[in-house]
Structure formats: C-alpha cells, structure tokens
T-cell receptor, first 116, second 117 residues
Framework: KAGVTQTPRYLIKTRGQQVTLSCSPI?????VSWYQQTPGQGLQFLFE???????NKGNFPGRFSGRQFSNSRSEMNVSTLELGDSALYLC???????????????FGPGTRLTVL | AQKITQTQPGMFVQEKEAVTLDCTYD???????LFWYKQPSSGEMIFLIY??????QNATEGRYSLNFQKARKSANLVISASQLGDSAMYFC??????????????FGPGTRLSVLP
C-alpha cells in the first residue's frame, strides 16, 4: 500500500506570496492532518479534515487554510507569506474510525517551505 | 499546560546497547492513546509504537517496547540493541479520546538520539 505523499517536496517563495501544498493520504484513510514544524516551536498542529470537513483546528492565523476533497486528498494554503512561515509542513493521514484515541497517524515526507 | 514532556533534549548510546527515552504526559481523559515517532534527518515522521490507556500489557514492536506506567503517567520508549540507523529525533505524542472522534495529536518537544559506533 502506498504511503502518504506530499507535493512539492521543496518550495521557495517570497514574502507576500501565497502557496498551496498538496497531500494524498494512504488509500482508505479518511482523516488528514497538517502540522508545521520549526526549530523554535517544534511540531504544531494546524488542522484536521475528515470527510471534507474541518474537524479540529490549531492556533494559527486565518492566513492558513485547508480543504479536503471527496477522494480524501487535501490541500493547505498559506496566503500573504511571512518570513516566519518558513518551516517543514507535514501531512498525516489516519483511518479515523471509532475509538479515535487508537487512531494512528502516518506521515508523509513533508514539504520544506522557505520564505525569502 | 504542557501535555507531553520529554526531559532529555539529547542522548548518546553505544551501538548494540539498550536506551530508554523518557516521556510523561498529562490528561484527565480516561481514554487516550500514546504514540512514538522517529524522525531521521530526512524529515519524515515514522510511526514506531502505540499504547492505549486501557491496554494491560506494554506494547512491543520488534526492537521497540513501551514501558507504560499509567499511575505515574509515563510512557518511556525502550530501544534494544541500538543500531547506527537509530540516530534520529524521537517524539512522544498523545491523542485523547474525548467525543466520537477524539482530539488532535499533541507532540512532545522530542529527544535527539545519537548512536555511537
């Protein structure tokens, strides 16, 4: 079974631009979560989507948004990029069935975004 | 409040020896899951092992085992017979089970393990 894929793997943008990152979950997984990882802040939860609906949201400004399509693929968008948005963006998918505390997340390789 | 604490920012271990990475957590939810992930320098987070709050036995997966002490709220990862390829960041994470679909994952700050030849 193919793992979680993320595109692109690397991205360089300038301040003020916007960016869209893509994530394809493991086949059969219906939940997709996004995380931002920086050396200073560690791993921070952005949001989780399940069946095209945002189910959980972290503490990030409205410039960060996402969506999920009917095939469970997800995109994350960051508008008006700031230097501090430079980070590794990780996507994770899970089955999201009953007994959610047991629901293991499997991560993609990440997209490394650099904002100049 | 910090929900996941990993008190060892960095650790060294000799190849072929065992090592324990500490993790303590904080929750009032009786239903929760504890996870360990490995992140090599390439960046990808690799799932290692899972322990449920209601599991009676400690989880094991190959060379990985989880020393689960519920009363002390600790979930330490034990790696037996360390290999050079084990050098990486290790994250402890928790997902509480409140509601039908639970809450989002919370990750600790990580421990950087270096295996010495």
């Amino acid at each position: 079974k193919a793992g979680v894929t993320q595109t692109p793997r690397y991205l360089i943008k300038t301040r003020g631009q916007q960016v869209t990152l893509s994530c394809s979950p493991i086949s059969g997984h219906r939940s997709v979560s996004w995380y931002q990882q920086t050396p200073g802040q560690g791993l921070q939860f952005l949001f989780e989507y399940f069946s095209e609906t945002q189910r959980n949201k972290g503490n990030f400004p409205g410039r960060f948004s996402g969506r999920q399509f009917s095939n469970s693929r997800s995109e994350m968008n960051v508008s008006t990029l700031e230097l501090g948005d430079s980070a590794l963006y990780l996507c994770a998918s899970s089955l999201a069935g009953w007994g959610a505390s047991t629901d293991t997340q499997y991560f993609g390789p990440g997209t490394r975004l650099t904002v100049l | 409040a910090q929900k996941i604490t990993q008190t060892q920012p960095g650790m060294f271990v000799q190849e072929k020896e065992a090592v324990t990475l500490d993790c303590t957590y904080d929750t009032s939810d009786p239903s929760y899951g504890l996870f360990w992930y490995k992140q090599p320098s390439s960046g990808e987070m690799i799932f290692l092992i899972y322990q449920g709050s209601y599991d009676q036995q400690n989880a094991t997966e190959g060379r990985y085992s989880l020393n689960f002490q519920k009363a002390r709220k600790s979930a330490n990862l034990v790696i037996s017979a360390s290999q050079l390829g084990d050098s990486a960041m290790y994250f402890c994470a928790m997902r509480e089970g409140a509601g039908n679909y639970g809450q989002n994952f919370v990750f600790g700050p990580g421990t950087r393990l270096s295996v010495l030849p």
